[in-house]
């Protein structure tokens, strides 16, 4: 709650808040998490420059779009994400260990190829 009236007071345009139904939690919250809401492939990192974050592809009646659930970031082509992973590869060398190019198209590396400390090093970035 106190996250909420700071918002507030801040004046701030986005709140991000964990959800019980959110397509990354384990257990009895994921059951409950319908399949049209969940990630239709892998997540990967999100590009936003400080950003740890995960970015899911969801599909919906209006289309498919991407969005990471730490910074709201929200691109609604593949091809959007794909220029923005671009610009933060361009930007800082510790992120090329997050992605792959496979078929012209950025798709998350595999974890366990992420540098030691990449968190912290993305907090560094901004």
Known sequence: MEMIREALASKTKKLILDCEACARCEGEAAAKTPESKKPAVRMMRCPEAGCWGWVGRFEEAEGTYFMCGVCGGNWG????????????????????????????????????QEVPKLEELIGSEI
């Open 77 to 112: 082509t593949v091809e959007q994400l794909d220029q923005a992973i671009d610009r933060i590869l361009e930007r800082f060398d510790h992120r090329l260990c997050c992605y792959r190019m496979v078929d012209n198209h950025w798709i998350a590396a595999p974890e366990e």
